[in-house]
C-alpha cells in the first residue's frame, strides 16, 4: 500500500485582517471586496475576523447593540452566499447571530461555491471580562464543537475564546479537522500594553500552536487590528487595541506565517494537508491517548467540592 | 475579605539537569549529590530528571535492561527518604518501578522531609518510537491523574510523554495543583537534529506552557542532557542528544528560568504560587469550560468509526 502522506493536497488559505468602523454596511461591503481579493489570488478557503460587521461592540453592555444582530439566513450570508456561487470559494463568516427574540449568539456560518451554506458553528466558550461583555449578548452555543467535511478537506471552526480551551480543539480536531480556523477580536488595553501586552499576545499564539501539536493539525487564527474606542462614554475605559498578527501554524506547531500587528489586508497562504499525517506518524500522540482515564474532563473541579 | 491573591507564597524549586552515565550507583549519588546542593541553596521542592539512574536504555529493546528497575520502597526512594528527613525538603524522585515480575512502570515518587514517601504516580502515557522503545519495558499506568497535597502546595506529577497531552495537564490542575513537574527524557536524534531539532524543541516548550496558560499554573520541566550513544551496536542508530534547557513556565505563560542545552547543574528558582490565582481571576478559563460538552473527550476519534 503506497503512503498516502507522499500524494501532497495544497491548499490555499485566505486570512483577511481587518479593522472595522461603526458603519456595518461598508464593513460588508469590505470584507466582500477583500474575500474577491483572495479568491483572485488564488485562496480556496477564506477566513474573516469575528464579527467583522460591527466595531466589537462588548466593550459595553447597551440593549441597542442587539439591533446589530441578524438571522440565518440574512444579508451577511446571501452576501456571501452569491459570492461563493460566483467564485467557488469556502468562506467562513463570523456574525452576530438572531436565533429568536431575546436569543443571540456569536455564529461562524460555512458557505461553499455552488453548494451554499454547509452549516454553522455557534460559539461554546463566552467571555466576560472588562471591555470583553459577552455573556451580555450571547447564548453559549448548543451545537457543540463541529467539523464541516468541504470540499477543500475537513475544515474545523472555533471563534476567539475557544482558543483557550485545549478540549475545544481536540473535540474538533477528533472529528477529523485538517485545519481549525479562529475568527478572533482580540487586543490590548492600551493602558496595560506596556506592562503585560507581549505576554498576553505570546500566550494566545502559543496556545493555539500548541492545539496544532497536540492534535496534529493546522490552525489558522484571523484576527481584526485597529484601535476602537468605547463606544460610550471615555469614562468606561481607554477603548481596545486590537492587536493583529494573524497566523497559520502548522501540524508542527511552526509559524507559517503571521500578519503584523497593525496592517489590513489580505494573506494568501499555500499548505499542504498532508502535512497532517505526515506528523501524526512522527509525533504519533493520538495513538498513546487514555482514554479509559479521561473521564473527569466532564467535572468543574476534582478538589474543592 | 481581603484578596487572597495579595498574600505572596513563595516557593523555591530546585531543578537538577543532569547527564547520565552507565554506572547506575554513580547517578545516584551524583543525584543525591545535587539535591543537598539546592537543598543547600534554599530549594523546597527538588525535581530530578527521569530515569536519572541509568543510561536511558529504551533506546534498545533488551532484556537486561530489567535488571535496572527496583521497587518501592527500594534503594533510590530509600536513599531519597533519607535526604529529605534531613534536610526536610520535599523531592520529586523518577525511577523504573518493579511492581511485580514482569510488570514495570515508568514511576515517580513524592517524598518530603520527615513524612517520607508521600506517593507516586505511575506514567500514564507511554512512548514507542525510533529509539524510545518505551511499551517494551513500562506498563501504562493505572493510578490515574495525582497531584500531591504537600507542605509547601499542592503540586502535580507528570513525566516526559505526558507532556503532549492535554488531558493529562487538564486532570492534575483539576485537583488543585499549583505547580506541575515533568521529569524528562527527550533530546534530538543527531542525524535529523540540523532540519528538525529547532521545531522539535519549540514544541515541545510550547506545548507544556500552553499547560501553564490554559490551567493557571506552573510548570516545571526537568531534563536529561548530554549524549548518550545506543546501548547495542552503532547499527541500531546513531544515539539520542538529550536537549537539556530544563525549564520553569509561570501561569501566563511566560519562560520563568531556562537552562542551557548542554550545561549540567542545580538551578534554584523562586516562584510565587500566589500567581496562580492572580492569573486565573484574570484570564477565568476555569470558569467557562464546558462540561456539559467534553464527554466525547473519551472517545478514540469521533469520524473515523
Redesign the interface.
Known amino acids: 500500500m503506497s503512503p498516502p502522506l507522499l500524494l501532497s493536497r495544497v491548499l490555499k488559505l485566505g486570512l483577511i485582517q481587518m479593522s472595522s468602523t461603526d458603519d456595518p454596511d461598508a464593513n460588508l461591503d469590505r470584507a466582500l471586496a477583500s474575500t474577491r481579493e483572495a479568491a483572485a489570488r488564488g485562496a480556496q478557503v477564506i477566513c474573516l475576523p469575528e464579527l467583522f460587521r460591527s466595531r466589537y461592540f462588548c466593550q459595553t453592555e447597551e440593549h441597542r447593540f442587539f439591533e446589530l444582530a441578524e438571522p440565518i439566513p440574512g444579508p451577511s450570508t446571501d452576501a456571501f452566499t452569491a459570492l461563493a456561487a460566483d467564485t467557488g470559494v469556502t468562506v467562513i463568516v463570523s456574525l452576530f447571530e438572531r436565533r429568536a427574540a431575546g436569543l443571540y449568539h456569536n455564529t461562524a456560518v460555512v458557505i461553499e461555491g455552488a453548494a451554499g451554506c454547509l452549516g454553522r458553528y455557534r460559539k461554546?466558550?463566552?467571555?466576560d471580562?472588562p471591555r470583553y461583555f459577552e455573556k451580555f449578548y450571547f447564548t453559549?452555543g448548543d451545537l457543540?464543537?463541529r467539523?464541516f467535511p468541504t470540499a477543500r478537506g475537513?475544515l474545523g471552526v472555533l471563534i476567539c475564546?475557544d482558543q483557550?480551551?485545549?478540549?475545544?480543539a481536540?473535540?474538533t480536531a477528533?472529528?477529523?479537522a485538517e485545519v481549525l480556523f479562529y475568527p478572533t477580536a482580540i487586543g490590548w488595553h492600551p493602558e496595560e500594553k506596556a506592562q503585560y501586552g507581549q505576554?498576553?499576545h505570546?500566550?494566545w499564539e502559543?496556545?493555539q500552536?500548541?492545539?496544532a501539536?497536540?492534535n496534529g493539525c493546522f490552525v489558522v487564527a484571523v484576527n481584526r487590528t485597529g484601535f476602537e474606542p468605547p463606544p460610550g462614554a471615555p469614562a468606561l475605559g481607554e477603548g481596545i487595541e486590537f492587536w493583529g498578527q494573524s497566523f497559520v501554524a502548522g501540524p508542527?506547531?511552526?509559524i507559517v506565517d503571521r500578519a503584523d500587528a497593525t496592517e489590513e489586508g489580505v494573506r494568501v497562504v499555500a499548505i499542504d494537508l498532508a502535512r497532517c499525517e505526515e506528523i501524526r506518524t512522527?509525533?504519533?500522540?493520538?495513538r498513546?491517548?487514555?482514554?479509559?482515564?479521561?473521564?473527569?474532563?466532564?467535572?468543574?473541579?476534582?478538589?474543592?467540592p
Open positions: 461554546m466558550h463566552i467571555p471580562d453559549p457543540g464543537f467539523a475537513v475564546w483557550w480551551y485545549p478540549e475545544a481536540r473535540l477528533l472529528q477529523g505576554a498576553q505570546e500566550a502559543l496556545s500552536r500548541a492545539h501539536v497536540a508542527d506547531g511552526a512522527h509525533w504519533p500522540f493520538l498513546d491517548r487514555r482514554i479509559d482515564a479521561y473521564g473527569d474532563i466532564t467535572r468543574r473541579h476534582l478538589g474543592a
